[in-house]
């Protein structure tokens, strides 16, 4: 067995990965509050919470419940702005053998563009657009629920960026293919998805909305099916490559994500129930790779169609 | 502050009247970094529960390797009652130890305030201000009812007055309204519970001239400080996004009564 | 406790229901192999599989998978059409004392309306119209994910409806207010959410689709936070009444769906995991407004906005 | 059919082999109505699999209100996985019992074939074939390999043949060729096991002039007859659609291989 040579690594709109697994934006920090439980240099890549191009302070608490097999979140993109986030985060991440994959936010195209100017000289590695936030009113949702308004931000951002783009999309729309070509027509080097799927729980006993925002994004296993499926359809949809997410909490959950077409997979909400996974993922991946005999990952990309 | 996760042995379980369970643990690795104050993330076993729980020390031994959780079942269905069904033998996940516990000012004669299902938590405080002489202090109890828990081990260690929601024991009316009948006095006010017994406190103290440390409670996802579900305002913007929100699982539970929103 | 007189029945469309509760169509056949399990009499209505003009074979096997607190179906709708429906199901239903909803499929506006013409006469309570099965090809779906086409079999069947229709709504959309809106517009007397959502398993073993027809429609307790919000979405929308489902599988569940705004609820997947769902919430909603003195179950009808 | 949701007890429970699992139960309700092949829904208490696990009546004793169901683990974090796990005293909530069961023709020498884990079925229904003289009957099992899970049952009820995948025991092959191998004749082929083999009987039957009675496994969800899930190709139409497709669990598992397109 362990004569049987692997490769996981994989380029990913040229950056080349050690492997295909990240953290997905929001559920991990930047690294820092999880780097005592799990070695960073482990993970292909560590993805950031949004960031803007100034603080934000979020939704009013409650911001969390939790739901069968999943959770509902209402953070509201809080964050401390692009200064403090290049200064401190990036900083710290940069100590390690890892690749940094900047989630921004903003109300306006403006504001996309302006962190995304302010990150174009950084040793940042890739940028992924967050259009997709159900948590916040103005910006985020909008532009991620129209294929019209998601080219122009794509076009817009693209203008600007010096590292290759990830648009992350949402699964609140009708036709997820669709939304994926107009990034691509708008000039994206890849797409993430899903988002989190609007959802909202109320309390019976105290009749009231078990959130301060009402609705929150709906996140792991059990929106797995889900996602699996919309990667799918992307794959066959656009040709650039895909970061698949939503549910992730196994190694076999991250492959099937890759079997359905994505060449990177983060892991989310999955790292509140078991901190350590991303790294049982990365060895799980290799496990199944050498019980299968498969010498390389992107063997797997997209192999189940 | 250093933390780990561990899988944890149950030692002991046993209710401490109704509703409320006194589960002990052998956890040496938790047990060894862990501060009164501090509390840990419990995860269900329950495979569609997907949350940890946070659940505050009540008491730890390095020595032994044990943790003592003393916690209130919330209703039907829930993690809390799947953790009371848990017998000796039996294992459950851990993360911790969690948040920055209390630190105590040596020297001046503290007040402990607990209420509610935030009596536990002060007791190994107790406990350690009088192990290590840190400071005279007065213990007060607010509980709903009858159902005293823990309040026997609590007169070991110091002097406690009680209060109970209904009357059934000591002064009628909250942990203040013991103070008040029961004239304690001191230099610093250590409190966990409801969020109003907490603002009656930090107003008592402004009064006062006191110092009032307080415990607080939020909705929590990832239990470390990196989701950002968890936060209180506070009166100062926060050292990790400059805005006005402290996380209470990594900046706090413990803040100083002035520095946040009550 | 029991001196205290609760009202459940509820007004639906104008048919008196002794209670809310009902079942998803599709998860309880005709209610025939139920009927040693559920005493039919307790329900205040049944809704039936799915009945088209002529039999539907429906799709391949693997027809169903298990997924994280849900499951994911491609049965395709198969049926022994309106005939048999009317002389076996239809007559063995008349049986009990319980309201009937028929849920009617087709593959075009012409097979809706043919069978909303075969049950003009008979003793049907009320019409269930599905245009939201993702597992079809022709029909269905498409209908359920475009406003105008909505709008347009609405008015159709309801030109030939003597019982009051009921539109059964996809959740597979960017805009679920919008399509209840068009509902509501075409005639129809009420609307009932969700139906399921597209979703997909690999099986990472074989590397093959987990079931034949590649999608399924997810359902069960993962997709009810997701109900429930789109339940809340439609009745700030709209005047008609609603029907909830997705995911109920508890009295807690249920009581959620009516707090959000639905005056019924129906219960599916969960009967697959425990038979005598039904009764038990029927019972448990009478539990819940004895605990907290709700005289009248309309009372908690979209009690929380 | 009658059928009813019961809470087993587990009486005990043993592997017999890796991966094949004997489960000793007791259930009286659906003891009393059990019939040789039908089969129950086994319902995981992993609250996020929602789905019953269909398992045959390998064994059911109406006086003493026993199951006996003997399965395989089909893998990690599987229902079946758990089943395993279950000691003497634990529960599990089954319904049942359901299908239709076997019919035998009385006087009719039987072939009774059972291969994989179409073997367990197979067993009950030999001891009734002798308790009640119904015919005389052949066994035919087949392995995979060296473990001959329950042959030694098989062996005391009548005389049994036996082929194996990899040639461990008797007749290198399929159950098929330990027939051929062994000269088993007969009037009434009763088959449980994988398809290929369920193909290969049928073809032999018919080329014999045989009647063949085959049990079918599908993916199912409600388990009795609702939903439509769990669906073979049926020759003529069916009674309930009036299409082409008998309900596995409901019109089967047994069918006579005629009725069905294997
Ligand atoms: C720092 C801290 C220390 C705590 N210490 C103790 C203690 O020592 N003893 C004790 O009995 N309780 C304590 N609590 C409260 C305890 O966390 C909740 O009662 C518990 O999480 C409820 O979980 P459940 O499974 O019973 O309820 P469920 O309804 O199943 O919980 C659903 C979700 O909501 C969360 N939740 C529900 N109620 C609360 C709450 N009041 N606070 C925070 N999250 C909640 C749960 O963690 C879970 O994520 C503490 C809370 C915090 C924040
Ligand atoms: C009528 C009938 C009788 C059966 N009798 C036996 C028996 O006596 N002993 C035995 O070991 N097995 C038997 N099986 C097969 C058994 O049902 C499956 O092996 C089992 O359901 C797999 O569940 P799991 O939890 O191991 O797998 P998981 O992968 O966790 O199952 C996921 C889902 O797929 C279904 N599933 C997976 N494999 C199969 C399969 N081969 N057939 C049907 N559903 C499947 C499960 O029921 C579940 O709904 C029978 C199947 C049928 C249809
Ligand atoms: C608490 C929380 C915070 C999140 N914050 C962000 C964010 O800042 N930017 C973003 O693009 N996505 C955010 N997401 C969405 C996740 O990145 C991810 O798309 C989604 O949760 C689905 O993956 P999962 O099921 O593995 O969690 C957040 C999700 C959660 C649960
Ligand atoms: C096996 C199965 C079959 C279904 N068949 C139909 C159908 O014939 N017509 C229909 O409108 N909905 C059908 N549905 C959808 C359900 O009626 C319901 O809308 C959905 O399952 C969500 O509810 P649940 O989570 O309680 O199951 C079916 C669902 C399942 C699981
Ligand atoms: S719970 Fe995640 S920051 Fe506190
Ligand atoms: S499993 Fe539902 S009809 Fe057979």
């Known amino acids: ?305 | 502050m250093q933390k780990t996760e561990e899988m944890a042995t149950v030692l002991e379980q046993q209710a401490l009247g109704s509703n409320i369970f006194d589960l002990k643990l052998k956890a040496p690795q938790i047990a060894k970094l862990a501060k009164a104050g501090q509390f840990v993330s419990v995860y269900p076993n329950r495979a569609d529960k997907l949350l940890p729980r946070p659940i505050s020390l009540c008491g730890f031994d390095p020595k032994e390797g044990s943790l003592r959780l003393v916690y209130r079942v919330t209703g039907e269905h829930t993690g809390t009652e799947e953790f009371s069904r848990l017998q000796a033998g039996d294992t459950i996940r851990l993360l911790g130890p969690l948040g920055n516990g209390f630190t105590v000012e040596p020297g001046k004669k503290a007040i402990l305030v607990g209420g509610g299902i935030g009596v536990p938590p002060m007791l190994e405080l107790a406990k350690q201000i009088k192990a290590q002489q840190l400071c005279e202090q007065t213990i007060v109890m607010g509980y709903r009812d009858a159902n005293t828990f823990l309040l026997d081990e609590f007169e070991q260690v110091a002097t406690t007055v009680v209060s109970s929601d209904d009357g059934a024991v000591g002064t009628k009316g909250t942990a203040i309204d013991a103070i008040l009948a029961n004239h304690v006095t001191g230099d610093v006010i250590y409190a966990c519970g409801p969020k109003p017994m907490l603002r009656a406190l930090r107003d008592y103290a402004r009064a006062k001239g006191m110092r009032c440390f307080v415990s607080m409670e939020e909705r929590m996802a990832c239990g470390i400080g990196a989701c950002l579900a968890c936060v209180c305002q506070s009166t100062h913007e926060d050292g990790h996004s400059n805005v006005k929100n402290k996380r209470v699982c990594a900046d706090g539970p413990v803040f100083d009564a002035e520095e946040i929103e009550l």
């Open chain 1, 1 to 305: 067995m362990s004569e049987f040579n692997i490769n996981t690594a994989v380029d990913f709109c040229g950056i080349p990965m050690k492997n295909p697994v990240t953290v997905a934006s929001g559920t991990f920090g930047s690294g820092m509050e999880y780097s005592d439980l799990v070695d960073l240099n482990v993970l292909g890549a560590v993805t950031t919470k949004g960031v803007a191009n100034h603080p934000w302070a979020g939704n009013p608490t409650p911001r969390v419940a939790e739901t069968k097999s999943g959770m509902l979140n209402a953070i509201g993109l809080q964050n401390p702005g692009i200064d403090t986030f290049i200064e401190r985060d990036l900083a710290f991440l940069k100590q390690y053998d890892t690749r940094v994959i900047v989630n921004v936010c903003g109300h306006s195209e403006e504001e996309y563009v302006d962190v995304v100017e302010r990150l174009a000289d950084t040793d940042v590695d890739l940028l992924e657009i967050n259009i997709s936030c159900p948590n916040v009113k103005e910006g985020g949702i909008a532009f991620g629920q129209d294929p019209k308004q998601a080219m122009a931000i794509t076009k817009a951002v693209k203008t600007k960026a010096k590292q290759p783009i990830i648009m992350k999309l949402s699964p609140n729309v009708t036709d997820i293919a669709e939304m994926a070509r107009a990034c691509e027509a708008g000039g994206a080097d890849a797409v993430s998805l899903i988002n989190t799927l609007t959802g909202m729980k109320i309390d019976i006993h105290r009749r009231t909305f078990a959130l301060a925002n009402k609705t929150g994004g709906m996140s792991g296993p059990a929106v797995h099916p889900i996602a699996v499926r919309m990667v799918y359809q992307v794959a066959q949809a656009v040709n650039i490559p895909i970061i698949g997410m939503g549910g992730i909490a196994s190694t076999e959950d991250a492959i099937e994500m890759i079997l359905a077409g994505a060449t990177m997979v983060s892991v989310g909400t999955a790292n509140f129930f078991d901190p350590t996974i991303t790294q049982k993922i990365v060895a799980g991946i290799e496990d199944y790779m050498r019980k299968y005999q498969i010498a390389d990952i992107r063997d797997l990309i997209g192999a189940v169609r």
